[in-house]
Nanobody, 124 residues
């Protein structure tokens, strides 16, 4: 198993930026795919972005394309989410997730390792 620790959440005004970080420790092969999900109050957890270090490909949900960027740290066991042009509808708890293999990057059930979450609040 691995441990995932997120940081970087907070309160920001609409149009502002935040950068989330997620550091993994433990069995590093499990971090081949690292992703960010979010969950707003009363809603299901939803996919935001994923990074696959085997292919160097990245994936985004449509609502964040052009505003959010997922990237890996030099150690490859860290992942960042740069969030620009934030909107009130981006308000949620953001979770880091990791897995060794996957068929659907957007599916919650495909990820077996989760962080504790970090709150992002965007005020209007």
């Amino acid at each position: 198993q691995i441990q995932l620790v997120e940081s970087g959440g907070g309160l920001v005004q609409a149009g502002g930026s935040l950068r989330l970080s997620c550091a993994a420790s433990g069995r590093t092969f499990i971090t081949y795919i690292m992703a960010w999900f979010r969950q707003a109050p009363g809603k299901e957890r939803e996919f935001v972005a994923a990074s696959d270090r085997r292919s160097s490909m990245t994936y985004y949900t449509d609502s964040v394309k052009g505003r959010f960027t997922i990237s890996r740290g030099n150690a490859k066991n860290t992942v960042y989410l740069q969030m620009n042009s934030l909107k009130p509808e981006d308000t949620a708890v953001y979770y880091c997730a990791a897995t060794a293999s996957i068929s659907d990057y957007t599916a919650v059930a495909e990820y077996h390792n989760w962080g504790q979450g970090t709150q992002v609040t965007v005020s209007s």
